[in-house]
């Protein structure tokens, strides 16, 4: 790997960088004037990049956060609330309610081509074919991929320009909803017909997990729910492309 420049002349060749690159490069390709936050490598240096002028580009915060999030070089459990995320451009509904509450059937009834759909669950099934979540059960690592490429969608929904998003999201509490709609903007639809009904789907379905699942849900409806600490975006691969671990 590449010796990386130490101290003032790592200042040094940042700021010149980020006088060659002062727009965010990602945010360009969609005619949208950011200012650089971050420079990053193109190709992350812990992937073998090169630490040279032509693999490195600008970009702001979120479009830096969203494609780390993407690089999966990140060994840290991927946030289920990232807190960098930006209000979407685009008219945005939050779709929350328990399991087997018809979130998916109603975003495929009312949606259009060309709309963003950020649901988890579809998210892990295009990752693992095959993969069923209330039959299979919790795969970490599996879920840990998914929750991250989710996140780089919900930070992508900042720079959409074209239809609606939607956003299927469990959200048991009322404070965790709002979170998400201080965090996005747009609006939040909660589906509930009853419990006994989504448990009677669930057993319909097959799943008892999801049974027990709109339980748990109920019970997380009704505890206090705190917005997850603020915290940098931290990554094996650091917010300068080095691997953080490599000192
Ligand atoms: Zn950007």
Request: overall charge positive; hydrophobic content about 40%; aromatic content about 4%.
């Amino acid at each position: 790997m590449a010796e990386r420049l130490r101290g003032r002349a790592a200042v040094e060749q940042r700021e010149r960088r980020l006088r060659q690159h002062p727009l965010c490069a990602h945010c360009a390709k969609v005619d949208k004037i950011t200012v650089t936050a971050e420079i990053d490598h193109i190709t992350p240096l812990a992937f073998g990049g090169t630490d040279t002028d032509d693999n490195v580009q600008g970009l702001c915060l979120p479009c830096h956060a969203a494609k780390t999030a993407t690089e999966g070089a990140n060994k840290q459990a991927a946030a289920n609330h990232p807190d960098w995320i930006r209000p979407s451009a685009i008219p945005t509904t939050i779709v929350a309610g328990p399991p087997c509450s018809g979130k998916t059937t109603y975003v495929s009834k009312h949606s259009r081509p060309g709309d963003t759909v950020i649901d988890l669950d579809s998210i892990m099934m295009k990752l693992q074919p095959g993969y069923r979540h209330w039959s299979d059960g919790l795969h970490q690592s599996l879920l840990n991929s998914a929750i991250r490429a989710r996140n780089a969608m919900l930070g992508n929904l900042c720079r959409e320009t074209k239809g609606q998003a939607w956003f299927i999201v469990s959200a048991p509490s009322e404070a965790e909803r709002r979170w998400w709609q201080t965090k996005l903007g747009g609006e939040v639809l909660l589906l509930h017909p009853g419990v006994d009904e989504c448990k009677r789907r669930a057993a319909a379905r097959g799943t008892p997990r999801a049974v027990a699942g709109v339980d748990a849900w109920e019970k997380s409806a009704l505890a206090p729910w705190r917005p997850p600490a603020s915290r940098a975006v931290r990554a094996a691969v650091g917010l300068d492309g080095w691997p953080v671990d490599a000192s």
